[in-house]
Each structure stands twice: as C-alpha cells, then as structure tokens.
C-alpha cells in the first residue's frame, strides 16, 4: 500500500511539472492551432536563467530569482512570437511555416543554453532540502509538495484568468474565432503575444520545479520534460486547457507506476506509446471535441 | 463636412476590380444603405472601411480624418465597428462576455494591471458590467445575461451581435446584411431597432438585400455593380432608375445579361 501511496504522490508531483508546461501547448494550439515547439526550450532557458541568476545577482534569495525568472521568461516567449511567428502569421503563410520557425527557436535556444550553460549537470538550488513528511507510508519531499500546492494555486489562478481577466476572456474570444476577433478589431496581436508570454511564464515555472525537484540541471531536461508534456496535451486533447492539465496527471502516474511495478527503461517510452495509442484511437484526445472543418 | 466620406476607393485583387473608384457620403444622422447584386463587392466595401483590406487608392475619412493604412482595431478606435453577414458571436462565452469583449480595446488598464485587484481596474470592471446591462436592455437581452450566446434563438443573435459593435462606442455602425434569415415579422421588427440605433450613434451603413427593409429606413442608398457605384440617391430615386433596375432584373429587350446579377 505503501508503495502504491509514494508511487502515486511522485506521480502527481511530476504530472504538475508535465500540467503547467502542456497548458503553454494547449494554450496556444487553442488559439493559432500552432504546436509551438519552442516552449520545451523555454523551459530550459527559464531553468539555466534560475540557475545563472542564483549563481550571481540574486544569489541566496529563491523568491527574488524566482520572479526575476518569471518576468525573463513572460518577455522571452513575447520575444518569441514577435519575431518568429507574427511575421509569418500576418503574411498568411501556412502554420506549418510557424511550426517549423518554431522549432528553429527551439534550437537556436537549446544552443543559446548549452554555450553559456556548458553541458554537465551542475547542482541546482531546492527549498527545505532533506526534509520529508510521511504521508500515509509515502515519503514525501517538502518540494514536492511545495511544487503540487503551487501547481493547484496556479491553476486556480489560470480559472480565474480565463473567465475573469480581460486578457483571459481576449484569448477566450481568440481561441472561438480567430477571425471575427480581427475583423472586429481587437488587438489580436498583442492579445497572441500574451498567450506567449503566459505560456511561457508557466514553462517557466514548471522548469524551475522540474530542476529544484532533481536538486540539478542538465541542458537535456528541456527537450525530457517538453516533449512528455506535450504527450500529455495530445493525450487530454489538444487547444482544451483542462486536457492538457488531466493529461499531464495521467501521464506522469502512468509513468510511475510503470517504473515502480515493472523497469525504469519502460517508463521512459510509455509516455509515447501512449501518445502513439492515442493518436490512433482518439485523435481528439479525452476532451477534444471533433472539429468540422467549414467548407 | 460629412460624418463619413468615402472618396474613389479602389481595390484590386489581382486583375479583377472589386471596388472600383467608389464615392458617397454619409451626413450625421443618417441610415446610408449599400446595396447591390450578389458580387457587387458590398462587403469588401466594409472590409476596406474596416481596414481589413487597403485600398489601392481612395481615401476613407471620418469625420475629415482619413482611415485608410490604420489597422483594424486602430480603425474600430477612431469610431467604426461592424457585424457580420453570417453571425460571428463567440459560441462558448455567455452573452455578458461577448459585449465585453466589444469593449476590449475601449479598456484603460493595461495587462499587466489586470492581474492584481487595484482601483483602476475594479472601477473600470465595475462601469463595464453597469454599461454591458445598458446595452443588453436597449437591445432587449437583458434577461439573458448569463446564457450561452448560442442558445439565443436566431433574431437575439443578431441583436447581440449589434450590442457588442455598440460596446465599442462606434459613431458608425456597420450592418452587414442584418436581416438575413429572419421571417418578415422579425424583419419589420430590426427595421425599426436599427433606426432607434441612430440615437446611440452618429450613422448607420447597412448592406441589405432585403429590399423592404432598405426602403424603409434609408435616408440614401448607394447601388454597386461590379464594384462601382451605378446610382445614389433616396429610396424614390432609386427605385426607379434605370440602371439599377437593368443590373437587378438584367436589360430588357431579351438580352441575355439577366444570368449576370
């Protein structure tokens, strides 16, 4: 029982880092139907930028690096779409165009990280290291609690900024009718390069816990983590944010209990086999709605 | 000097002319209808007025400031805003939401203030809910605040999506075929809605097919054919010019030109 406690609370502190970096997927998907690759790499950068901070100015405060992190993070996914999607967005191009300068971003960042990072795993800063709490037999990390209140926090705050922020309920407007909302004339581009800058500032939190959780980084936790994230969009159906978040749990517990009951190596590959099963099963995902292309 | 002055307009997409060197006004007051055979180019007269095309050439001034190069929500800023010929409402959001996102750009608090309660934007949350409610009463939605915009029956949609051009506080409204697919009693309903609208803004243009409802409340109509004005004047005048009548029902004298309208 034990075992199946402490398998099922390491999972759930995972499927938070998988949650928060596959609404950033989501999140856009629901607006450009775009799948920004970009975002695994900003999850990297915004861990590197944690690490670089921490190691310098801000050393000695979490708080203060972590904001900092944020704030990086928000301006670096604006960044992003300024200048790699809007202008192919706006000359009508094909998203397969976007997707691919999206995957060009990715990489320039990836190296960006790897030049000033170098690439060994150094140890990265964690809150209340070594302490525990025994939770019904299931050792418990105080960061990994820390990382599943902050993840619900979130995503309360996400409900909240969806239903009842004007930049929310924008994207909302955004993500039904793309169309109508530029020819009403709302400031559909600023409104876009916000969802960047959200779904970067999630990545970004997921990033960092993702690091802390390990006690160290690694320039290879980016594509790790971003990849299996957006598994977990694929799996909860992709553009639903509630899916991306349903998605990332399911995934991270499967995981576990496949590397606890059966080998570590399956683990690794059962996100994908899923994302494959899926894919052939039910495309939409478990809350994608099928969509009827308008002739 | 006219509310609206819409002078030589041209766009070109291709070889083909869709708007073609087109002029006319609109005084303070006024319900200027815009109309024409299907392909007449009608509503790329909107999407240019919009700024959701440039033209060519031309000038599009409101108020003697010239609209055209300005981007569409530049263009909604200065006093345009529009509806749409097949209802363009956003379907998962409640009826409340889609008026106030007519007025996202009418907002004063920036991003980054929205994300923390401060005086500013409560107060301005406060007055955008007060002023939602006062749009939904004049277009007679106000009990359906909180219904999903999608279970209105078809007229509401409409008026709806009338109310959330009215959130952008226009001094133009576009009407893009406002009575199309309505019954003849709905319709003689909206006509007499519309011309109450000129006492929340400053002029109309309406694109309509329906002929009943364009004769009633049109101070002018502009008639295009082929992208270029072919007549203008008073619902008498145009009822009975030639031209208008030849592009309609094709020239008389057994021509084969009836297929083109």
């Not at chain 1, 009718?177 to 970004?204: E, W």
Request: glycine fraction near 10%; proline fraction near 3%; aromatic fraction near 8%.
């Amino acid at each position: 029982m034990s075992k199946f406690l402490q398998i099922l609370v390491n999972g759930i502190s995972l499927g938070s880092i998988y949650a928060l970096t596959a609404i950033g997927y989501s999140l856009i998907y629901s607006i450009l139907q775009l799948i920004n690759m970009s975002n695994a790499a900003v999850f990297l950068t915004s861990a590197v930028i944690f690490y670089a901070l921490y190691s310098s100015i801000t050393a000695g405060s979490v708080a203060l690096t972590f904001i900092l992190t944020l704030i990086a993070a928000g301006a670096l996914g604006y960044v992003i779409e300024f200048i790699a999607i809007r202008p192919i967005r706006e000359k009508g191009d094909s998203n397969t165009y976007a997707l691919i300068s999206s995957i060009g971003v990715k990489t320039i960042l990836e190296q960006l990280c790897q030049g000033t990072f170098g690439s060994e795993i150094k140890p990265f800063p964690t809150l209340l290291a070594g302490k525990y709490i025994n939770l019904a037999g299931a050792r418990t990390s105080a960061i990994q609690i820390i990382i599943i209140v902050v993840t619900l926090v979130i995503l309360l705050g996400m409900t909240w900024f969806t239903q009842h922020n004007r930049v929310g309920r924008g994207l909302r407007a955004l993500s039904q009718n793309l169309n109508a909302c530029h020819l009403m004339g709302m400031p559909v581009n600023t409104l876009i390069g916000l969802s960047f800058t959200v779904g970067s500032m999630l990545a970004a939190v997921s990033g960092v816990a993702y690091c802390m959780y390990l006690s160290s980084i690694s320039i290879s936790v980016g594509s790790a983590i971003g990849n299996k994230a957006f598994a977990a969009t694929v799996l909860g159906g992709i553009g639903e944010l509630k899916g991306a978040v349903i998605g990332g749990y399911i995934l991270a517990i499967a995981e576990n209990f496949v590397s606890g009951y059966w080998s570590m190596s399956a683990s690794n590959f059962i996100s994908f086999a899923i994302l494959i099963l899926v894919l052939i099963i039910k495309p939409t995902g478990i809350f994608g709605k099928k969509e009827q292309k308008k002739v | 000097m006219p509310l609206l002055e819409v002078k030589d307009l041209t766009i070109r997409f291709g070889g083909l002319v869709a708007v073609d060197n087109l002029s006319f006004t609109m005084e303070k007051g006024q319900v200027v209808a815009l109309i024409g055979p299907n392909g007449a180019g009608k509503t790329t007269v909107i999407n240019l007025l919009t700024g959701f095309y440039t033209p060519n050439e031309g000038e599009v001034r409101l108020n003697g400031e010239n609209l055209v190069g300005m981007s569409t929500d530049q263009v909604v800023e200065k006093g345009l805003s529009r509806t749409f010929q097949n209802i363009r409402l956003f379907s998962n959001m409640s009826v409340e939401d889609n008026i106030l996102i007519g007025m996202q750009h009418r907002i004063e608090y920036g991003a980054f203030l929205s994300l923390f309660p401060n005086s500013k934007k409560n107060h301005w949350e406060k007055e955008a809910k007060a002023e939602t409610l006062e749009i939904l009463k004049k277009v007679g939605l106000e009990d359906s605040l909180s219904e999903k915009s999608t279970s209105l029956p078809y007229g509401k949609q409409r008026k709806l999506e009338i109310g959330r051009a009215l959130a952008a506080h226009p001094k133009i409204l576009l009407l893009d075929e406002p009575a199309a697919g309505m019954n003849p009693a709905e319709k003689q309903e909206l006509s007499t809605f519309i011309r109450s609208l000129l006492n929340e803004v400053d002029g109309i243009l309406l694109i309509e097919h329906d002929m009943k409802v364009v004769m009633s409340i049109s101070d002018k109509i502009v008639v295009l054919n082929h992208g270029a004005k072919i007549c203008e004047g008073t619902p008498a005048e145009v009822q009975n010019n030639p031209e208008v009548i030849e592009a309609y029902l094709g020239k008389k004298g057994g021509h084969h030109d009836v297929a083109r309208g």
